[in-house]
Nanobody, 129 residues
Framework: QVHLDESGGGLVQAGGSLRVSCAAS????????LSWFRQAPGKEREFVVG????????SSADSVKGRFTISRDTAKNTMYLQMNSLESEDTAVYYC??????????????????????WGQGTQVTVSS
């Protein structure tokens, strides 16, 4: 059974940094496209950042470019989202998501939620201004 378990959310001041983690079990993340989504209060869930294995392809939302970075540690089977220069608009529940990578002939549509097979339960990030 596959589980994606986020952790590391919390309260941080504007301008600060935070790293959230997503530990995977039941799958090997080295074979998966991994992404982070978020859902702010009263808004729909939106794509934040994603990457294929070996970072062959990556994408990020314009609102987080230059501030947020996705990474993975295959030895720990864990993915991370490093968030810097946080703004109050970044307040949201953050979700990790995974989709088996089918190779360069079948590139993922990072922003499409329906592309992803597995989801975490979410972790709350609150940025105080």
């Amino acid at each position: 059974q596959v589980h994606l378990d986020e952790s590391g959310g919390g309260l941080v001041q504007a301008g600060g940094s935070l790293r959230v983690s997503c530990a995977a079990s039941g799958l090997a993340i080295k074979f998966y496209t991994l992404s982070w989504f978020r859902q702010a209060p009263g808004k729909e869930r939106e794509f934040v950042v994603g990457t294929t294995p070996n970072a062959g392809s990556a994408s990020s939302a314009d609102s987080v470019k230059g501030r947020f970075t996705i990474s993975r540690d295959t030895a720990k089977n864990t993915m991370y989202l490093q968030m810097n220069s946080l703004e109050s608009e970044d307040t949201a529940v953050y979700y990790c998501a995974a989709r088996h990578y089918e190779g360069p002939s079948s590139p993922p549509r990072f922003e499409s939620e329906s592309e992803y097979t597995y989801w975490g339960q979410g972790t709350q990030v609150t940025v105080s201004s």
